[in-house]
């Protein structure tokens, strides 16, 4: 599949599915606390998306089963809420969430401390994980590589003492979930793919404390730590513009 380059105006709508996906995220934040469960978080991330006259993207996608992902502690990602997955104090908790309007997609993710006794690692973890993010759509602009990004993200976390998932990446977005081009989080500057005006691309670090290597639950979604070290994911959906990143799920 080609590259879709988005005009203005359909950027615009992606802004829109953006901000819906937002406002879900920061009510899930709020509400993760001990005792509460992964479905309490998806009843109340459904209500909202559809009160905010969205449609949630991942229900029924590739026949995943929940509007949520929510992905606890050496979970990495894809996690399925459940009634019988209560947080806990000193848990992290990965929250991926997309919403559709106007057929227009928007996804983003953040990983969020359970009550306040996450351990010092766990708590660099997320820090450094919503740093490589940042560094990775800080190398956002017409004419860098999709390597530029990789590599950004991939020295924030390895710096730290941290690893890059490879089994999952970012991706292109728009009028579908999941577009090219593919959006590693690790790379060498100057190689991949020219990134041009009027991209859309989901930017998506997962990092592991120990072991890059992840394996996949029974379930058929849930990916793991092989080690069970901690885990974190931090996602944005970002538009490449001539004046640089465009960021529209913050
Ligand atoms: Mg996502
Ligand atoms: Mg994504």
């Not at 509400?31 to 009160?51: C, F, S, W, Y």
């Not at 691309?201 to 979604?221: C, H, R, T, Y």
Request: charged share 25%.
């Amino acid at each position: 599949m080609a590259v879709v380059i988005k005009s203005a105006s359909e950027i615009d709508k992606m802004r829109r599915a953006g901000k819906v996906v937002r406002e879900v995220l920061e009510l899930v934040r709020s509400l993760a606390k001990p005792g509460v469960t992964t479905m309490d978080l998806e009843n109340a991330a459904e209500q909202r998306i559809r009160h905010l006259g969205a449609k949630p993207a991942f229900k029924g996608y590739h026949g995943f089963p929940a509007v949520l992902c929510t992905s606890i502690n050496q979970e990495v990602v894809h996690g399925i809420p459940s009634a019988k997955r209560k947080l806990k104090e000193g848990d992290i908790v990965s929250v991926d969430c997309g919403a559709i309007i106007d057929g227009y997609f928007g996804d983003a993710a953040i990983t969020v401390p359970v009550g306040e006794k996450v351990d010092p690692v766990t708590q660099k973890l997320l820090r450094v994980t919503q740093s490589s993010l940042e560094a990775g759509i800080a190398a956002v602009r017409p004419g860098a590589h999709l390597g530029d990004i990789g590599a950004a993200v991939q020295k924030v976390v390895e710096d730290a003492g941290f690893s890059v998932v490879v089994d999952f990446v970012g991706h292109g977005i728009g009028t579908q979930m999941h577009e090219d081009p593919q959006v590693p989080n690790y790379g060498e500057r100057g190689q991949g793919m020219k990134l041009k005006t009027g991209m859309v691309i989901a930017i998506e670090p997962m990092v592991n404390v120990g072991s890059p290597d992840v394996k996949v639950l029974a379930d058929g979604w849930t990916a793991v730590t092989s080690d069970g070290s901690m885990s974190a994911h931090f996602e944005h959906t970002v538009a490449v513009t001539d004046e640089g990143a465009r960021i529209l799920t913050d």
